[in-house]
């Protein structure tokens, strides 16, 4: 496959597919609008799934070095922190639990390493699909005609307007606030927290060898209107939304000191993912709550099947990989959406667990 392929955007998606394009054969250029390559300080589950992509790309080992190996998932009280029941790790083999900035780290070094270009501080403002392929117009100006394009710029994708038209996103009802705090436990190894309160749950899992943990925390409101998650919070509304937590979550949210936050949208899988030369990739197609931890992992299966359809099929490969990779998308983003409140005690069983408790008021009344 000899021919050149622009990428735009080089997050966890963007950098995947760089790779994958190469190693099929294409010469390929990254325009990312961010000045540096970085991801944000936060951690990422990555699934079985994802990582025999990054196996199959020689970006990790078996081992992959700076990650922490996931024992299972722990569902814990949010009163006492007692646990109530564990989930042994699938039997697919474990989830491995990885700092962003280190994945992107390795994904960059490797994608360098095949000779594949990055160009830092390239917004692309527009892009025209006509003809003889796409036409980008960057926000210095500068124009960029390109033969095959591809978009890996993200939730808010440009791009995604440009195949499929405005759509309007949906809000939840939930909003997520993200931390870490410093851990100090020296483990390759240990199980994820999903601890269940009214209305509210927080997640946490350790990273690089257990020196942070990760925390991310949703809680349900009306409240809200801008989506983007790098907004900053505020430690102390975070501490008082999430005050009933005790043990050791209470432990964890009391060490944070910096906290994001930032309102969950429900967007449609995008029913086409192509047009013309340009085609669409991870979040830009299919952007997804974060209740199965699969966003990433998705866009790195994305990654291996564009690569593939194109290498076998060239630019009709575009229709095979949308295909292919369509309903697939859309099942997980479905599931995920599906257990927004699952993680939360409502109805009887927050009445329940509430009255086990000794907790009482109208707060607590029963809603359902
Ligand atoms: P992004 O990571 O958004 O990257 C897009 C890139 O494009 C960025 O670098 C951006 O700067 C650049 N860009 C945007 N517009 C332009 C432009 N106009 N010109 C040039 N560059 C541009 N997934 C998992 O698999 N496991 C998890 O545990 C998990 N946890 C999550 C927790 C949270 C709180 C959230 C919000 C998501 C989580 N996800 C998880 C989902 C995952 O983070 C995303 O699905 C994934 O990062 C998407 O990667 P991407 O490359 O498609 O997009």
């Not at 390795?106 to 390239?122: H, I, K, M, S, Y």
């Not at 949208?265 to 047009?275: E, G, K, M, N, Q």
């Not at 095979?320 to 109805?347: C, D, M, S």
């Amino acid at each position: 496959m000899d021919v050149e392929v622009h990428v735009i955007g080089a997050g966890i998606g963007g950098v995947a597919a760089a790779i994958a394009l190469t190693r099929a054969g294409a010469r390929v250029r990254v325009l990312e609008q961010a000045g540096q390559l970085t991801e944000v300080g936060a951690g990422l589950q990555i699934s079985q799934n994802g990582l025999a992509v990054l196996r199959a790309l020689d970006v990790v080992g078996n081992d992959p070095v700076a990650a922490v190996r996931s024992t299972g998932t722990e569902i814990r009280d949010f009163a006492r922190g007692r646990l109530v029941t564990k989930f042994p790790p699938p039997a697919a083999g474990p989830t491995w639990y990885f700092h962003r900035a280190d994945l992107l780290a390795a994904l960059v070094d490797r994608a360098r390493g095949l000779g594949v270009t990055f160009e830092l501080g390239a917004r692309v403002d527009e892009v025209e699909v006509n003809d003889a392929g796409c036409t980008m117009t960057l926000s210095d100006g500068a124009v960029r005609k390109a033969g095959i394009v591809i978009a890996a710029d993200g939730g808010q994708s440009r791009s995604r307007q440009v195949v499929n038209g405005t759509s309007r996103p949906e809000f939840s009802g939930q909003v997520a606030w993200r931390a870490t705090v410093p851990w100090g436990r020296d483990c390759r190894q240990g199980a994820g927290r999903l601890t269940m309160g009214a209305n509210r749950h927080v997640v946490t899992y350790p990273l690089r060898e257990g020196r942070l943990m990760n925390i991310v925390a949703v809680e349900e409101r009306n409240d809200w209107t801008r989506e983007g998650w790098r907004l900053q919070g505020d430690p102390d509304e975070f501490r008082r939304a999430f005050r009933e937590f005790g043990g050791t979550v209470g432990q964890i949210l009391g060490r944070v000191e910096t906290v994001h936050q930032w309102a969950l949208y429900l967007h449609p899988v995008a029913s086409r993912w192509h047009r013309g030369s340009l085609a669409l990739l991870g979040d830009a197609a299919h952007p997804t709550l974060p209740f199965m931890a699969q966003g990433a992992c998705l866009a790195l299966e994305d990654a291996w099947v564009l690569a593939d359809c194109l290498r076998a099929h060239g630019r009709a490969g575009f229709g095979h990989y949308q295909n292919q990779r369509v309903p697939r998308a859309r099942r997980v983003v479905a599931e995920a959406a599906g257990n927004a409140r699952k993680f939360h005690l409502k109805g009887p069983a927050r009445w329940i667990a509430q009255a086990a408790l000794g907790m009482a008021g109208p707060r607590f009344a029963p809603r359902y």
